[in-house]
């Protein structure tokens, strides 16, 4: 691996991160994204020369020739049949360093990834109806929630009989509970409009327990969407309160399993191919010739580190030497 092609996607990243995170932190970052990296590059480069190889002998050359004159023309006929135009729009969607050469070598690379990826891993996998069946049962919480009921509340102090007054009299007038609510004497979260937690109906909505006060819950369990009741005094604490209590909505949410079956196949297959693709690489690597890869990240580190933060490698260094011990 080439350090400055393999750091150039990092670089702006970890001058940034350097600015914000602590020595530690940023060496975290840097570890794991340099690992992450050579990952995929070791993956790539597997699934690519995976690819050609299976590719027929005559393909090899002529086939890859013809794509890669085929892209070229393409690109060059987007900028108006002019090789330079064509490199300038490279540059400016990836930045300096990346030739038209470059580019295609590359746009050739994910074509040949993508053939071995459909012929060795998506071909694998398919999702029966019975799977689709199995996983819609299991997943009810999430297509057949059980239905959630969402209260309202004002809270005013008893003594306050103007503001009772009026809160009765703009309720009484039709206006919605919610912009009542918001009325900055209400004790109860009037920023939301009294908003409380949603009330996840296990039986049914009387059974619900709102309040710990048994005549406001009542009076809560007993509305019907869209209704309030007040006011209603109780006595919390030392101080006795006015309350009003609107049932703002169920929420009953249902998705049949017709219209839940291509999300959930969707999901299956996404799933089922990640482990068959983990599965094929795990067996290329098994007899694929790399060097160690935790020297690669190692030798990467050390390079980043001296480009970017050179204060860390005594840190780096502290941590190598834990690791060597165990």
Not at 180 to 185: K, R
């Amino acid at each position: 691996i080439y350090a400055d092609e393999f750091l150039r996607p990092l670089e702006a990243r970890l001058r940034a991160q350097k600015e914000v995170l602590t020595p530690s932190a940023w060496l975290d970052d840097l570890e794991q994204e340099v690992r992450r990296a050579i990952g995929d590059l070791v993956q790539e480069e597997l699934l690519r020369a995976e690819a050609l190889a299976t590719l027929p002998r005559e393909q090899r050359s002529f086939g890859l020739n013809s794509f890669l004159t085929r892209m070229r023309q393409t690109l060059e006929s987007r900028n108006y049949g002019s090789r330079e135009r064509a490199e300038e729009s490279i540059v400016e969607e990836f930045g300096e360093g990346m030739s038209l050469d470059e580019f295609l070598r590359r746009q050739q690379d994910r074509e040949l990834v993508r053939l071995i990826l459909q012929s060795r891993v998506k071909n694998r996998v398919h999702v029966s109806w019975r799977e689709i069946e199995q996983e819609y049962a299991r997943s009810q919480e999430i297509f057949n929630p059980k239905p959630r009921a969402y209260f309202r509340w004002i809270r005013v102090p008893a003594d306050d009989a103007a503001t009772i007054a009026s809160i009765q009299q703009r309720l009484d007038a039709g206006e919605p509970f919610e912009q009542v609510a918001q009325l900055e004497a209400n004790r109860f979260n009037p920023e939301a409009g009294g908003l409380l937690p949603a009330f996840t109906i296990e039986t049914d909505l009387g059974d619900l327990k709102v309040f710990r006060f048994e005549n406001l819950n009542q009076a809560a369990v007993s509305l019907k969407e869209g209704q309030w009741a007040g006011p209603i005094e109780v006595q919390i604490g030392s101080t006795p309160y006015a309350n009003w209590i609107y049932l703002d909505r169920v929420e009953q949410v249902h998705v049949p399993l017709y219209d839940a079956q291509l999300a959930i196949a969707q999901t299956r297959e996404q799933e089922e191919t990640q482990k068959e693709l983990e599965r094929y690489i795990s067996r290329l690597l098994e007899r694929a010739s790399f060097t160690d890869m935790d020297k690669m990240a190692d030798r990467l580190i050390r390079i980043a580190i001296q480009r970017y933060y050179p204060e860390v490698m005594p840190l780096y260094e502290q941590r190598v030497r834990a690791r060597a011990q165990g």
